[in-house]
């Protein structure tokens, strides 16, 4: 490592810089670190350096980084850094190399993304890596540039992938919005004048646990958070010493619907998997479950880890991690299910026994201490994990917990001892609601699964609790299947008022099989709210599963018990949980505005937006299915969080197709049925972008897409006439197109193209064609387009974006509603329509159904498909 750092060093004298010379202890840990520094030089701009080979390699981003993977980043490699550096935030003196400024923008975790290792891409130049910061997430590569004569650094490129963390447009946003250290919440003023708190440390000693979960900005604030040194136990207070027991009944929480306030709690993540007892002696390893059942052969990888230990019964919880390292429990159960758990991960939370000393008598705060000691002592595996916990207000670890989606919290007093059973010194509080459930039948569409129907035990009765009818893909289904089968019954088991009747599309089964599932909450008869099925759960009895209801905490533990006060109900429609059914799906919170209104001063509802897509469907559906679709959420309405989702994700709807493209593990939506539209509006879908393939053939195009742009001061009558001139243009070229609104303030212009059965063209063919018919444009008249991106051009001018012609670009939907004002529609038009005097804003969810009845736009598409090669030909020989 010291040769790695002679450069740095001769370039920096330490007696004038406060820069780390690398010789201060750096915290170890299991994943490599990365860190980006705002710095304002002689030029502003990001260094970017990753942990690799006991030092920072770094890149100097003159742009700094982008979501866009349109934008080519250029990153000049410099000289390695010691690790420390990644906890350097101040001033740089003038005169010294690299003198100003520097913030702490940025900080995380990286690993690689491919089969190389990373010194072996970074050798070939071609370096793909995903990052897990709190403002950078996903893939990025990293791309060295051919070195021209002379150079004396070399240049990459710094690109993002598409992923879920990509945007399609203004990917530098993210620079302008995140103008303050993750570190320390100063800005670049405050850091030069060397104003408020110090920076957070990361790297060094003093830093947070690098193995702790959830370590972003978006986590929980540094100050709710328990810094990772370790406290050397207290003495125990006469632990009594005695033979180890071989299982001990596991203590359980009472349910609040928000967690004590008081002092004296402390508050855990909330683990979303299965209650594991680890018992290790004489290093043989037992793992039982919460009702006792030996569990031991389910997990080697974990059994293995905890072989070294010394003898010990530790509780904790087993769970799956998502890529954002939060607990899955779905993953968990396919994991069990293919028996592949050598990725799964024990969360330790307490200690019962150490050796022969029973230390259910002590305080819990002693026995976690005496826990944390035994796990830093025992292992490195980045499979056993201590938990954390926070000693502050527990309704602001709730709110930080809920904010990274995770399940909630659970609180215990510091000072109780362990008691096995359901005690009120343990308390869980839910971001969402969860519910373990019994099934008792399932539902069929055409002799296809499509819900479960499930209930509780209340006294001597099993009743019905409504219908689980999402979070089932393909692969779900084929696994719960033949269980279901093997439950089959002839009669019902339900009992009691509001049980399902006897139907052709119920299936009748034995109340034996638990699932678990997330839901909204319930309705006033008792029923569950948007259900979806997370799993089944192999580890609890059918005859234990009751009603589970929140209680409120009792007055000594709450900061505020008038906070307690429910909310007051929205005016509704529709009976209070009641739900819609629009082409068999059913549409919860039907009344929940999605826009405002649609120029009529009326919001437009969630059911408003099923009964759209009911009546435009079977037109919108022809040019969507088959294809890649994303899917632009708005659960909250428009101008709440938008969410725009290319991949499935748990819960979704089995209407809506999963399907695996190359270069991407995770299965993409796909929407080819009409009936998947309407699951569509259940999540709040409210915009469509599909890609611009053929049907059913994601390596192949199968139109493309020209989107004129305009910027300030530029009347929509221009818009139309660039729109007549493309289509003029590709006349002259054997190509037919067709026209549609944006839904916004320009126009698509799209020609269909004809797939050969032979050698088919590349997507790279097609954007370059689409490039240079939009170059021809700008290049016979530069005063009224451009082909630039740049927003600073673009006064007076119209943007021919040819961008949405890569293999993973789209474009919106002919018919998709847009998430903006007025709630319009990417409306099809015929040619004659688009003439002077065309208002887009006309076509809104509200009136394009009628304008359709009477419209024959379009309808010649499938014949309007022309050959892309003769095109090319045409073009190439009139140059």
Not at 277 to 290: H, S
Not at 467 to 488: D, F, I
Request: glycine share 8%; charged share 30%.
């Amino acid at each position: 490592m010291a040769d790695n750092l002679s450069k740095y060093r001769a370039k920096r004298d330490f007696k004038k810089t406060a820069e780390p010379s690398g010789k201060v202890e750096v915290k170890s840990s299991n994943r490599r670190r990365f860190v980006i520094q705002k710095h304002d030089a002689t030029r502003l701009h990001y260094d970017f350096r990753i942990e690799m080979d006991g030092v920072f390699k770094s890149w100097a981003v003159t742009k700094g980084p982008s979501l866009d993977p349109q934008d080519k980043r250029l990153a000049v490699e410099v000289e390695d850094h010691p690790l420390d550096y990644g906890d350097f935030e101040g001033t740089i003196p003038k005169g010294q190399y690299g003198g100003g400024t520097v913030m702490l923008w940025d900080r995380g975790y990286w690993e690689p993304d491919g089969s190389k290792s990373p010194e072996e891409a970074l050798a070939k130049g071609d370096f793909k890596f995903k990052l897990e910061g709190d403002r950078l997430r996903g893939s990025f590569v990293l791309v060295r540039m051919r070195g021209k004569e002379g150079e004396k650094r070399a240049n990459w490129l710094l690109i993002k992938h598409h992923d879920d963390f990509s945007v399609d447009e203004d990917g530098a946003a993210i620079l302008e919005v995140n103008d303050t250290s993750v570190a320390s919440g100063r800005d670049m003023e405050a850091i030069a004048s060397g104003k408020g708190r110090k920076p957070k440390p990361f790297m060094t000693s003093s830093a947070i646990d690098a193995d702790a979960v959830w370590n972003s900005s978006e986590g929980l604030a540094a100050e709710d958070r328990k810094v990772g040194t370790k406290t050397k136990p207290k003495a125990a207070k006469k632990a009594s010493e005695t033979q180890m027991l071989s299982f001990i009944e596991p203590q359980l929480c009472e349910n609040l619907d928000r967690p004590p306030a008081a002092k004296g709690w402390l508050h855990e993540i909330k683990f979303d998997g299965y209650r594991i007892q680890a018992r290790v002696e004489n290093g043989d390893v037992t793992l039982k479950t919460r009702k006792g059942l030996d569990w031991t052969g389910k997990y080697s990888a974990i059994v293995r880890c905890f072989s070294n230990f010394p003898d010990a019964i530790i509780d904790g919880e087993i769970c799956a991690l998502d890529e954002n390292g939060a607990p899955d429990f779905a993953a968990l159960q396919a994991a069990l299910s293919e028996g592949k758990t050598d990725d799964l991960v024990y969360f330790a939370f307490d200690l019962l026994f150490e050796g022969a000393n029973d230390l259910r008598k002590l305080p819990l705060i002693e026995r976690k201490e005496r826990l944390s000691a035994l796990m830093a002592d025992a292992t490195g595996d980045p499979r056993l994990r201590f938990v954390e916990h926070f000693e502050t207000g527990g309704d602001a670890v709730l709110k930080s917990a809920c904010k990274l989606s995770l399940e909630g919290i659970v609180s215990k007093k510091g000072d109780a001892t362990y008691v096995s059973g359901r005690t009120k010194t343990w308390a869980k509080s839910k971001c969402r609601a969860g519910h373990e459930v019994v099934i008792g039948a399932y539902a069929t569409t055409n002799g296809k699964f499509r819900s479960l129907l499930v209930g509780v035990n209340r006294g001597n009765h099993f009743v019905y609790v409504g219908r689980v009818g999402t979070g089932y893909g393909a692969s779900v289904v084929n696994k719960l299947m033949p269980r279901l089968e093997e439950m089959k019954s002839s009669k019902s088991p339900f009992t009691g008022i509001g049980a399902p009747k006897k139907s052709d599309d119920i299936v009748w089964l034995k109340p034996e099989l638990v699932a678990e599932i997330q839901f909204a909450g319930w309705t006033a008869d008792g029923q569950v709210r948007q259900a979806a099925f997370k799993g089944l759960r192999e580890d609890k009895p059918a005859e234990e599963v009751e009603a589970e209801k929140p209680a409120k905490p009792t007055e000594t533990d709450v900061a505020d018990p008038e906070n307690d006060a429910p909310a007051k109900p929205r005016a509704s429609k529709y009976r209070k949980g009641a739900k819609a059914d629009v082409m068999g799906v059913l549409i919860s919170s039907p009344d929940k505005a999605l826009w405002p209104d649609a120029l009529d001063n009326e919001p437009v509802t969630k059911v408003d937006l099923a009964q759209y897509y009911e009546a435009v469907g079977p037109w919108l559906i022809d040019h969507i299915k088959g294809r890649p679709c994303s899917i632009i959420r708005t659960p909250d309405g428009i101008s709440g969080e938008q969410f725009f989702q290319r991949h499935a994700m748990q819960g979704t709807s089995n209407l809506i197709e999963q399907v695996t493209v190359r270069g991407d593990k995770q299965p993409y939506l796909q929407i080819d049925r009409v009936e998947g539209l309407a699951a569509v509006a259940q999540i709040g879908g409210t915009e469509l972008h599909p890609w611009n393939c053929e049907p059913d053939q994601p390596e192949v195009p199968g139109r493309l897409v020209f989107d004129l742009d305009p910027g300030p001061d530029v009347d929509f009558d221009t818009v139309i006439e660039g729109a007549r001139e493309i289509r003029d243009r590709l006349e002259e070229l054997g190509l037919v197109s067709f026209c549609k609104t944006t839904g916004g303030k320009g126009l698509h212009v799209v020609t269909p193209l004809l797939v050969p059965k032979g050698k088919k063209l590349s997507w790279d063919e097609g954007k370059a064609f689409a490039h240079d018919v939009c170059r021809e444009m700008a290049r016979d008249n530069p005063d009224l387009y451009l082909i630039k991106m740049t927003k600073s051009l673009r006064n007076g001018r119209i943007f021919l974006d040819y961008l949405r012609n890569d293999r993973t670009s789209t474009a919106v939907a002919p018919l998709s509603p847009r998430a903006r004002p007025g709630a319009t529609v990417s409306m099809p038009l015929n040619w004659t329509q688009v003439k002077k005097g065309l208002d887009p804003k006309r076509y809104t969810i509200r009136t394009v159904p009628g304008h359709l009845k009477d419209s024959t736009a379009w309808q010649d598409y499938c014949d309007g498909q022309r050959s892309l090669e003769q095109a090319i030909k045409r073009l190439n020989k009139r140059r």
